[in-house]
């Protein structure tokens, strides 16, 4: 039974280099550095490059998806990871003992909201408070572009920091609640306030575990598809110009643009679309096991292990 | 002894100032954190309430006793067709994870236990969407299984394995190891300890971790919509019937923009949230007890 | 492990069950009403068949059909892998796709339509005119204002705000592009030239554009975004009123504006329905006549011509039969007339259509 996850992961990883073999083929290099992503005239008769068949005039490049995944998560990580910090500090340092146990529980609720209900959030309150009460107030205060949408970078950005919270959250607190009592008491007894304990003995000691759970929050962030996929506008083939711009994420194209793949009898879509999810699954590959590294292995979103 | 019982330095050390530079970086982060506390626990109560008040302003006994179809009609077969996925990658994630766990806490090398807790890792960073993709090309297509219980219900347990073996591997560490001793000094072999000894120990944990899994597979959406795709009444085979659920009606009907539709997507929300806080809590409070 | 842990896992064993037991016990109830001889005919694709295929499962009852709104790919696909019975689209296969898979039929089951909606604050109540050149220089960025004078001469006497014009259109492929890029590419020879046409075509960049998802997705991002412009399936009437948005009448090819309706679809659609050829692929769109409505469609159900057993292909063939049938059977005006769709005249259904039904085998 043990072998299973194996088997499964082996097929799953065989199965989708192999699906993404044509595109491979097919985009070469050029996969990586245009942001071009055209599913081509599929009623025209198709190309054959490379000694594959294409849709006529179909290119595939992913650096739009690319950049839109790097942004919205880089805003999630910037408003998470500094709020992450602060929760733990507080449950940590300010918060009575018998308080402690519900907010936990509370940080595990939010984890538990299914991502559709956090898009659904996000497109029927979220988008209109950040079209008439943010944005304009962010123009007015010195941000530059053309406001077109309550939804994109700053929506999805957002959405996937109140999605990321609790996993960091999780992780952080918990290894700042498991340092030893002997160096929080060493400090109060030279006479330090708590936040003296919380720099010192909390922030001081816990890093490693500070960049694990970031990390664990990122590989989240960039899986996200649903919450995402409502929120980010869904353009395609173009690079956000502004903060106020639309974008599109690696996952969410995926699920966006896989029907109009059927379409495409040169299966040529389709596995563009394979290599696509195979990039996405290498990076977040890297970005788990590495903070999985660092926070070692009872965590799973952080805090399944009490 | 709790840090409470250590006051804060100022006022073991009279001589400081009570305007200190130290005191009032101490009173600023304090002032820092409460702010944060405070505002995330009102987004959640923002979001919660959000679910709570929309969905019940909507919600009717018929919306939850009628099937549908995200445009007209109730939940029904969307309600029933969560729990047939859920339950269906039960059967695929508890064996695997409860004697999977057994294998890698009890009887695995360094070596072999390391490869395979790696493996478990993979499947865990694995994005839900390719998860998605790979039950397409290969349930719903490769193996012919086409739109159907079987094909969503295994692609959402393959996404629920790691929750439930993690968890029961950590169940089964915890049990003394005296506990094992005594048993093989009794002449215990290794099956009565595995079945009469470990797995009845660590029930509970293992319970704690099918019930984690259980309310992650029941939010999730990006694997179900090309294996299960969408039914309009209830699934009664495990094959030939695409399968209903609820957060694909969230997602659809909202897309809907008819009044009725939003509300079938608020009363659906509201029925996932409150169905998985309850498992969620019920866990919580199994793992505390245990 | 103390007696409270295990009360408490028994409970939630025992509710987990029950639930569950009730749920799946009350399903078999509901389908144990009808006679189980009958066959579930599944259905997946195009969203603007969506609405048409819910109000056909709720009132056909000779068999069961499951319908599912995932888009004219996945119908097609569906039909394809046979892991759907009818895969409805809003386009035929392609030609590509008609030579990997001979056996597949490509069935015209009824006529649609498609709006440009608009959503100009103080102007919705107005129909203001389009045509395809200046349709075609919004979507090219080349006209980026609304109160640009190639939009002013077509609607004289309105006052257009100065604002910038936000062009929406589809992030995924479908039917509806394919529908509205060919009836750019038939008036205006820029975009024929430089973009095409196709189920997605190479958008060109335009700042201010925005995309939706699904027709639903672009009446969203239409309803958030004033000043904005696209292209709707006339099924997603109701919501496009709900929406409030101004619909425009089109100039067709022999110079007039007009706006849809039942005879200036059945009038563009007369034109072409004497070609459809015999496997049933036609494109109908940019019709002659001064009556003609310019963007208007054949849609399809894709399905195999040998079904896995007999009776699946009798129940597949009985319920096409039932389908295209205009006076009892699911083409009748009181289903589709209020989603904007058209029925297929009796010549087209005895002619083309009949002859393909009868194709399908067991």
Known sequence: ?306 | MTEADFPAGRDLAGYESKYDRRVISDMIVRIIGYVILAFMSGLLLAIVGFVALKGLGVMTVKMLTTVGNTQTGGLANAIAGTWELVLTGLLLAVPVGMFGALYLSEYSSRVSGGVLRLFVDVLTSIPSIVLGLFGYLVLVIQLGLGYSLIAGGVTLGVMMIPYVLRISEISYSNIPRQTREAAYALGADNFQISFRLLIPQARAGILTGVLLAVSIAAGETAQLLYTALFNNGYTTSFLGQPVAYLTYVVYYSLQQNTVYARSMAYSAALVLVTSIFSILLVSKYISRIR | MNKTASIVIGLVVVLVIAGVGAYVVYGHGSSNQSPSSKVTLTETGSTLLYPVFNIWAGNYSANKITTAGTGSGAGISGAIAGTVVIGASDAFMTNTQVQQNPGMLNIPILISSQYVAYNIPGLNSNTLHFNGTVLAGIYNGSINNWNNAQIAALNPGVTFPSHVIVPVHRSDGSGDTNMFTEFLSKSDSWWNNNVGFGTNVNWPSVPAAVTGQGNSGIISQMTSTPYSIGYIATTYEAQVHSAGFGIAALQNQAGQFVTMSQSTVMAAANHYLSQIPADGRLAIQFAPGNNSYPIVDLEYLIVKQVQPNANTAAALVAFLEWAVNSTSGGSQSKFISPLNLAPLPQAVVSQIVTPLINKISG
Request: hydrophobic fraction near 50%; proline fraction near 5%.
């Open chain 1, 1 to 306: 039974m043990a072998l299973v996850p194996m088997a499964i992961m082996l097929i799953l990883f065989s199965f989708l280099i192999y699906k993404a073999i044509p595109s491979m083929r097919y985009t070469g290099f050029s996969f990586f550095t245009s942001y071009l992503w055209y599913p081509g005239n599929v009623y025209a008769n198709p190309i054959s490059f490379h000694g594959v068949m294409a849709p006529y005039r179909s290119s595939f490049g992913l650096l739009s998806f690319f950049v839109g995944t790097l942004i919205t998560t880089g805003f999630a990580i910037l408003i998470a990871f500094p709020v992450s910090i602060f929760l733990s500090l507080t449950i940590n340092l300010y918060t009575p003992d018998r308080l402690k146990r519900p907010f936990s529980v509370l940080v595990e609720l939010f984890a538990g909201i299914p991502s559709v209900v956090y898009g659904l959030w996000g497109v029927i309150v979220l988008e209109p408070v950040l079209l008439h009460n943010i944005m304009p107030w962010m123009k007015y205060v010195g941000f530059q572009g053309q406001i077109i949408s309550g939804a994109g970078i700053m929506a999805a950005g957002l959405i996937l920091s109140i999605m990321i919270i609790p996993i960091v959250t999780a992780v952080i607190s918990e290894s700042m609640h498991s340092q030893p009592r002997e160096l929080k008491e060493g400090v109060y007894a030279l006479g330090g306030t708590k936040w003296e304990v919380g720099k010192h003995v909390l922030l001081g000691n816990t890093r490693k575990q500070i960049v694990g759970g970031t990390l664990l929050g990122t590989g989240r962030a960039l899986g996200e598809t649903m919450a995402v996929l409502m929120v980010s506008g869904s353009i395609v083939n173009v690079l956000p110009t502004s903060i106020f711009s639309l974008t599109n994420t690696m996952s969410a194209q995926i699920a966006a643009a896989l029907d109009s793949a059927f379409i495409d009898g040169t299966g040529m879509n389709l596995s563009a679309l394979v290599e696509l999810g195979l990039v996405l699954v290498l990076i977040s590959l890297i970005v788990n096991l590495a903070g999985r590294a660092i926070v070692g292995r009872g965590a799973l979103r952080g805090f399944e292990n009490d």
